[in-house]
């Protein structure tokens, strides 16, 4: 079956733009993740959701980082006025109930320019 | 705190040599973790998990609680084995704390 999607693959944005980053989780699967791998940082947790809630924020680096799921389904990770810093490639997974691990997606390449 | 190390950037080993990729975790809670790979150009995707017990690709990784320790071995390794592995810990929230990832080289 189908993995998890993400899109676009890659955004080359100017510094000060908004930019909405998408995921499509696999089907059925009611918990979604986001992390973001930095050169030198690894992978950080940003958000969790559960159905279309958000129990865990903590990972939100900025108030210019904002996510939202909708339907259980699709959610989008939106960037306010990017910063260089902001440059990463940006993960998303999600699991089935009861399942602890975590499938995840090709990744989208974010460089802010 | 919650916290995994993996003290190695990168390893690099030639083929049929035994492998170890030393993670170590700090964690109050009843700890459940993970290894997760990156072979180039693709996805991160699950290796292994402690509560499974399983030995996937020739790799096993036993938890020692004392050591607060996670090592993934492997007796042998093989050219196709060359990726970034990354040991995980699931805390609270379902999240999962990373470590900085090993780089294991395996030449022929």
């Known amino acids: 079956g189908a993995g998890v999607s993400q899109s676009p693959s890659n955004k080359v944005t100017e510094k000060g733009k908004d930019v909405e980053l998408r995921c499509d989780p696999i089907s059925g699967h009611t918990a979604l993740y986001w992390y973001r791998q930095s050169l030198g940082q690894g992978l950080e947790f940003l958000i969790y959701f559960q159905g279309n809630s958000a129990p865990d924020k903590s990972g939100l680096p900025s108030d210019r980082f904002s996510a939202e799921r909708t339907g259980g389904s699709v959610s989008t990770l939106t960037i306010q006025r990017t910063q260089q810093e902001d440059s990463a490639v940006y993960l998303c997974?999600?699991?089935?109930?009861?399942?602890?691990?975590?499938?995840f997606g090709p990744g989208t390449r974010l460089t802010v320019l | 705190a919650q916290r995994v190390t993996q003290p190695e950037k990168l390893l690099s080993v030639f083929k049929g040599a035994p492998v170890e990729l030393k993670c170590n975790y700090s964690?109050?809670?009843?700890?459940?973790l993970f290894w997760y790979v990156q072979y180039s150009r693709q996805r991160l995707q699950l290796l292994l998990r402690?509560?499974s017990r399983e030995s996937i690709k020739g790799f096993t990784a036993d938890l020692n609680k004392g050591e607060t320790s996670f090592h993934l071995k492997k007796p042998f390794a093989q050219e196709e084995d060359s990726a970034m592995y990354y040991c995980?810990?699931?805390?609270?929230?379902?999240?999962?704390?990373f470590g900085t990832g090993t780089r294991l080289l395996v030449s022929p």
């Open positions: 402690h509560i």
């Open positions: 964690y109050s809670g009843s700890p459940e």
């Open positions: 995980a810990l699931l805390t609270g929230f379902q999240k999962l704390v």
């Open positions: 997974a999600s699991s089935p109930p009861g399942v602890s691990e975590q499938f």
